[in-house]
Each structure stands twice: as structure tokens, then as C-alpha cells.
């Protein structure tokens, strides 16, 4: 299967912070297309994570961690989800709501890059394949 370039995440008041609640990052569903946008992580190690650059349009640095929490498959707690963290300065800076999305590209490369789409924007056709999942989309493989 090929990597997706580009994936979208409609944006929760969850994800947000909007509800108020301590969450730890965005939940990342586990279907293999849109995980393998992320690169693997060993299941074999306790919430096995890496921090991952992204670039914006103004080439601020953002550092994000991608993290399985796997602590259920090792008899350690209830968890076993991958979720996207450190991500609640971005979206404050650019003052991130429910119903926004936010937009994640990668190069063949890994190089990684991070832009944004306020829920009035107008969608560009991109030509690429659309898959939906939990509020995620696969934009371009």
C-alpha cells in the first residue's frame, strides 16, 4: 500500500479543548491507511513513541509526538490507541474551533508539514483519493 501524502482531521471540540477535558492529543484511528501515514512504532515496547517536525507556511517549527499507548496489550493499564500530542500551542496560535481542519503532509522524503482550513474556507479539488474515518481523511496517496 502506498503512503498518503497529505491526510485531514476534522477537528473535535475534543480535540480542540474546547469541552474543557484533559485529553492527551488527537486520536488516531487505527486503519492501516491512515497510520501509515505516521511512521511504525514498536508494539513490543511500552507506549512507543517519536517526535515528529512539521513545518508551517511561514516555516515555524512544530515538533509533535506520535505515541501508541499500548499499556492494555502489556497487562500495564486500559489504553490501546495512537494519538498525535504537543499539538495545543498550534492550535492556539491560529485559533484552531470545532469543525476546522487540520491538514498534515508528508514527502517521500519525511519531511513533514502542517497548514490549517477554518470551516468557512472553500475545499480545493486536489484530484487525489477521499476516504473518511472518525473525522480523518486521506486527501492524496
Request: aromatic residues 10%; contains cysteine; proline residues 4%.
Amino acid at each position: 500500500m502506498k503512503r498518503p501524502e497529505t491526510i485531514s482531521k476534522l477537528l473535535s471540540a475534543n480535540d480542540t479543548g474546547e469541552t474543557g477535558g484533559h485529553q492527551a492529543g488527537i486520536l488516531i484511528p487505527k486503519e492501516r491507511e491512515i497510520l501509515s501515514f505516521f511512521p511504525e512504532l514498536d508494539s513490543s515496547e511500552y507506549n512507543p513513541r517519536c517526535h515528529l517536525v512539521f513545518l508551517d507556511a511561514g516555516r515555524e517549527r512544530w515538533e509533535f509526538a506520535f505515541i501508541y499507548y499500548n499499556n492494555r496489550l502489556l497487562g500495564k493499564g486500559t489504553r490501546n490507541e495512537y494519538r498525535l500530542t504537543r499539538l495545543t500551542a498550534y492550535m492556539r496560535k491560529h485559533g484552531l474551533l470545532t469543525g476546522d481542519d487540520l491538514i498534515l503532509k508528508r514527502t517521500p522524503d519525511d519531511e513533514y508539514s502542517i497548514s490549517h482550513r477554518k470551516k468557512n474556507q472553500p475545499v480545493r479539488a486536489t484530484g487525489g483519493v477521499l476516504k473518511l474515518s472518525a473525522g480523518w481523511k486521506v486527501i492524496e496517496i
